[in-house]
């Protein structure tokens, strides 16, 4: 059983949509990683919170916003989305943000996008 | 060219064999390694990190390349439950600049 839980394992939306993704880890880190995974693509790292702090942006569309609430919490709230932007999203932890140190993902949320 | 590049396969293996693949990093400058396994539609897991020596664990070997700027997995007696995508991961420095390669299929056939 994974220490990193998502909801909602599948989403499908409109593009008018506002829809929220949440995390919850339980192992007690502190840091945490939204990323996105297409299909034949690398994962995609969007955002980083270490110690409940928004330390990573990496250029992601506003469309998506992130909130961290503390630091085994981690939403990712969508709107107005494209099509494009159907993908698995992927929620991480690990101990610390810095070298060394293993990730441990949640099973991820699927996204499709209409 | 991508950062970190692999084969991405699928590389159909009979059980028993053995299978290895390599991944390619375009920074010279990278300072750590892994190898993660993703199952079909599940999260990627942590296989083994990569040192500068070498690293084995029972069936699975890791091997760093820096000269040519490789990192390579040795799979012995390969298992159909090591059927997956293995994805290779560079770390790039302090910040844990993580870059992920695309991944590569492996498939074990009886």
């Known amino acids: 059983e994974t220490g990193v839980t998502q909801t909602p394992r599948h989403l499908v939306m409109g593009m008018t949509n506002k829809k929220s993704l949440k995390c919850e880890q339980h192992l007690g880190h502190n840091a945490m990683y939204w990323y996105k995974q297409s299909a034949k693509k690398p994962l995609e790292l969007m955002f980083v919170?270490?110690?409940?702090?928004?330390?990573e942006n990496n250029s992601v569309p506003s469309r998506f916003s992130p909130e961290c609430p503390n630091s085994s919490h981690l939403f990712l709230h969508l709107h107005t989305l494209q099509p494009e932007d159907s993908a698995l999203y992927l929620c991480?932890?690990?101990?610390?943000?810095?070298?060394?140190?293993?990730?441990?993902f949640g099973e991820g949320s699927r996204l499709t996008v209409l | 060219r991508k950062e970190v590049e692999q084969d991405p396969g699928p590389f159909n293996v009979p059980e028993g064999a053995t299978v290895a693949f390599n991944c390619t990093y375009s920074?010279?400058?990278?300072?750590?390694f892994f190898w993660y396994r993703q199952d079909c539609r599940k999260e990627p897991k942590l296989l083994m990190s990569v040192y500068s020596s070498g690293n084995e664990d029972g069936r699975f070997t890791a091997q760093l390349n820096r000269a040519s700027q490789y990192i390579s997995l040795l799979i012995r007696d390969s298992k159909l439950s090591d059927s997956a995508t293995y994805l290779c991961v560079v770390n790039l420095g302090s910040n844990y600049q993580l870059i992920w390669g695309a991944g590569t299929k492996l498939i074990i056939k009886p």
């Open positions: 919170y270490s110690l409940e702090e928004r330390v």
């Open positions: 920074n010279s400058a990278s300072q750590s």
């Open positions: 991480a932890s690990s101990r610390y943000r810095g070298v060394g140190g293993e990730l441990f």
